[in-house]
């Protein structure tokens, strides 16, 4: 079945430092990777996505990377500050059936 | 233009009871997506729902079911509750499912308390 693996649960770093994030899939049909973001309390919202047919993509802290052939895909952010604090998801979708799989998620905690 | 919208916000019921639980999507997104979320087991698929049908199941038992109306309406029943279903559900909208560029957009979610 879809299954997405994400690691670590937990993710500790200093103000600046970068943080990654990884995640695996299980299903070769999966088509789109979304992630998002869950502050404490809050609604999970999309902070960046990468579609199967791109190999990385970007947005100013915010970068996001797939290997298709190994079937993972990371998040990297860079430059962290204490906002970045929060709960982070990724997904994939199945390009067979749409259906959209999350990982565990990682608390990421950036301390000031 | 408003965003999802789950009510009620908050739910205490005790075991044995049934509860439902209502999410308006967004103007124009046709596509309603359910999720259970708990601390220990992140963002669990419940079902998806498009143009009054049901799309995908996640692996729920029938205790949990959902349906949409016509005016992408969607609600989900959960009968003879357990302590296991306290949890935060989460409705997400679409403008169509499965579709690269129509992202999920998530409502505030119902707490529910099984007592």
């Known amino acids: 079945g879809e299954n997405v693996e994400q690691h670590p649960s937990t993710l500790s770093v200093q103000e600046g430092d970068s943080a990654v994030i990884k995640c695996t899939y299980s299903?070769?049909?999966?088509?789109?990777f979304p992630w998002y973001k869950q502050e404490l309390g809050k609604r999970p919202q999309l902070i960046i996505d990468?579609?199967?047919?791109?190999g990385e993509k970007k947005d100013q802290r915010i970068a996001v990377t797939l290997n298709k052939t190994a079937k993972h895909f990371s998040l990297h952010i860079t430059e962290t500050q204490p906002e970045d604090s929060a709960v982070y998801f990724c997904?994939?979708?199945?390009?067979?059936?749409?259906?959209?799989?999350f990982g565990q998620g990682t608390t990421l905690q950036v301390k000031p | 233009k408003a965003g999802v919208t789950q009510t009620p916000r908050y739910l205490i019921k005790t075991r044995g009871q049934q509860v439902t639980l209502s999410c308006s999507p967004i103007?124009?997104?046709?596509?309603v997506s359910w999720y259970q979320q708990t601390p220990g087991q992140g963002l669990q698929f419940l079902f998806e729902?498009?143009?009054?049908?049901?799309?995908n199941k996640g692996n729920f038992p029938g205790r949990f079911s959902g349906r949409q109306f016509s005016n992408s309406r969607s609600e989900m029943n959960v009968s003879t509750l357990e302590l296991g279903d306290s949890a935060l559900y989460l409705c997400?909208?679409?403008?169509?499912?499965?579709?690269?560029?129509?992202?999920?957009?998530f409502g505030n979610g119902t707490r529910l308390t099984v007592t």
């Open positions: 997400a909208s679409s403008l169509v499912p499965g579709d690269n560029n129509s992202p999920l957009h």
């Open positions: 299903d070769s049909a999966s088509n789109y």
């Open positions: 990468i579609r199967s047919n791109v």
């Open positions: 997904a994939a979708v199945s390009g067979n059936t749409g259906k959209l799989i």
């Open positions: 103007s124009g997104h046709r596509s």
């Open positions: 729902y498009f143009s009054e049908t049901q799309r």
